[in-house]
């Protein structure tokens, strides 16, 4: 399925005049729909990090230059007051700051990196291709705007998720794509050393995993399948055992959104009741495969991400984001939850985003 990267809407140009205030050290000082102040403190520089947003780093500033941005309804959200059980488990708070991000996962995650073109830089911190990358949500997704808009530092971000993917093909196959486990893989064989193009170092590094949407989707009617969520599951931190041995300290982790309330899923009701009961076996059985590998293994860090909530918390009160009160459409407009039957537009996103940076400030990370 080919997707429409350009948020749906009206393009306006809008000038941007320069303002006396300055921006502080890391802060947003422009890009498309930015109506905040264009320059930095004394010692930073407004840099372009890509179309959507540029940050006052470090350099000789201040700028006072006009900048003129072409810009599409701007995405706002509001935090609900929804009780929310996102986490952050440090063993010892990270020592370093957030630098380097290694990303497994899938279509809710992929950007279509390519771990043999262009690396991540200050000029597109996600590397390659062009931000926001190739998404399926119609504009940037979670980590796309964790990296470039609610991020406190300069982080590079390495991103291996593949949309379609599950988390090994021995056990669900998915469209034959790279699974988790051929992303680790290929983590294992190009960046484990601690390359001179991606230096990285335990304490400096996150590792996140967002995936098993693919695998309940193509399993959730089987017999067994509470025993088989433990067979996957065991196949993932296996995976996570790797990168530990490697020096990965850091781990980044989000449960299964309420996918029975999909288009795809929601309009069949005895799919929805079956799927959304694997969903909560699974979270529940993710959140002790979490536990255990934290309590096994000295010195990590854990930063849980309760997607599942924070989905139900927008599909339950959409027009609080914006977004139009109907659930069930799908298409190329940003007042839409849904961009296709079965991936959320930017909007959602951007929540999760947001929700995302704060767990991993809250844990010392940034």
């Known amino acids: ?46 840099t372009v990090l890509n179309p959507y947003y540029s940050q006052c780093l470090p350099g000789s500033g201040p700028s006072t230059t006009t900048t003129t941005t072409t810009t599409t309804a701007r995405i706002t959200t509001t935090l609900s007051t ?6 952050s488990s440090p063993s010892s708070s990270p020592t370093s700051g957030l630098k380097y991000w290694f990303s497994f996962g899938d279509s809710y ?48 971000t390495y991103n291996f998720a593949v949309s379609g993917a599950t988390i090994d093909n021995a056990l669900v196959t998915s469209l034959n794509v790279p699974a988790m486990t051929d992303q680790v893989n290929t983590w294992m064989t190009r960046y484990s050393s601690k390359p001179a193009t991606a230096p990285w170092q335990s304490d400096n590094t996150m590792f996140s ?23 996957l599951l065991t196949a993932k931190f296996k995976l ?10 850091n781990f980044l982790f989000h449960n299964i959104p309420p996918m029975e309330r999909s288009p795809l899923i929601s309009g069949q009701s005895s799919w929805a009741t079956q799927e959304k009961a694997v969903i909560i076996t699974w979270n529940s059985k993710l959140q002790t495969y979490i536990s255990n590998f ?7 860090n854990i930063f849980s991400v309760d997607a599942n909530a924070q989905f139900t918390m927008v599909l339950n009160n959409p027009t609080s984001y914006g977004l139009s009160s109907d659930t069930r459409s799908t298409g190329n407009n940003q ?16 929540v999760l985003g947001k929700e995302v940076a704060r767990v991993v400030q809250a844990g010392g990370f940034w």
């Open 1 to 46: 399925m080919k997707f429409n990267l350009i948020p749906g809407g009206i393009i306006a140009i809008l000038t941007i005049k320069s303002v006396e205030a300055q921006g502080g050290a890391w802060s947003q000082c422009g890009g498309i729909g930015w109506s905040g102040t264009t320059t930095c403190v004394s010692g930073y520089t407004c």
């Open 82 to 87: 929804t009780t929310r059980t996102s986490t």
């Open 109 to 156: 995650t992929a950007t279509g990196f390519s771990a043999t073109g262009n690396q991540p830089s200050a000029q597109n911190p996600l590397g390659n291709p062009t931000y926001p990358g190739q998404t399926t949500s119609n504009g940037p997704n979670w980590i796309d705007v964790v990296t470039v808009k609610y991020n406190r530092s300069l982080t590079y």
């Open 209 to 231: 995993v967002f995936i098993g949407i693919n695998d309940i989707g193509s399993s959730y009617s089987r017999s067994d399948i509470n025993t088989f969520i433990d067979t």
């Open 240 to 249: 996570l055992d790797k990168i530990y041995t490697s020096g990965g300290r």
């Open 294 to 300: 934290k309590s096994s293994h000295s010195g990590v």
């Open 335 to 350: 007042q839409l939850f849904w961009a296709d039957v079965y991936h959320p537009n930017t909007v959602m996103h951007d």
